[in-house]
């Protein structure tokens, strides 16, 4: 048995990871249009996409499994960098290098952009909440008296005693 089928389950998992991060694009860009409607698809789209991710990362994790146990069953982690350390076949070892590489390369390119996709959303969530604070009238505007003062803070735009 070769590293062959780690290989591929690692390019499974980068094309999951591009498609994924094409679609958090598209995310970005929905969010600064701020349409929910076209939002909702694209949830449901990357879920399935996460799902699939999980069931690759598994049989890229048994693939590894099946490796150290065939060829280096005293490797107490069975990682990709142990693999790399015990490995003597040069062209596999350097295919491996290049396919992990490419794949953490993918990952932090995806993670940079949910980051992004984050902070627009937090932004979006505060000029909500400042346009809501300015709808709300303020207590000065409310009462024409001025030094009343009141225990509660907050106050309803209808005054129940009036």
């Known amino acids: 048995m070769s590293v062959q089928p780690i290989i591929q389950a690692m390019e499974k998992l980068i094309g999951l990871h591009e498609s994924l991060l094409e679609i958090s694009k598209q995310k970005t860009a929905v969010v600064k249009e701020g349409s929910i409607e076209k939002l909702q698809p ?11 991710l999980e069931q690759a990362e598994v049989k890229r994790q048994k693939a590894v499994q099946s490796w ?37 390369e993918t990952i932090t390119e ?10 627009l959303i937090q932004q979006s969530m505060q000029f909500v909440e400042l ?3 300015m709808m709300k009238p303020s207590i000065r505007n409310m009462n ?8 509660s803070t907050e106050r309803s735009v209808f005054d129940s005693k009036a």
Do not use: C
């Open 42 to 52: 694209l949830l449901l789209k990357e879920r399935k996409h996460v799902q699939a």
């Open 110 to 119: 995806l993670k940079q952009q949910e980051q992004l996709n984050q902070s």
């Open 144 to 151: 024409y008296g001025g030094n009343k003062s009141s225990d």
């Open 68 to 104: 150290v146990d065939e060829y280096s069953p005293g490797l107490e982690h069975p990682t990709i960098t142990g693999i790399l350390e015990v490995m003597n076949d040069k062209q596999s070892k350097n295919e491996l290098e290049e396919i992990t590489i490419t794949l953490t």
């Open 131 to 133: 346009s809501l604070n």
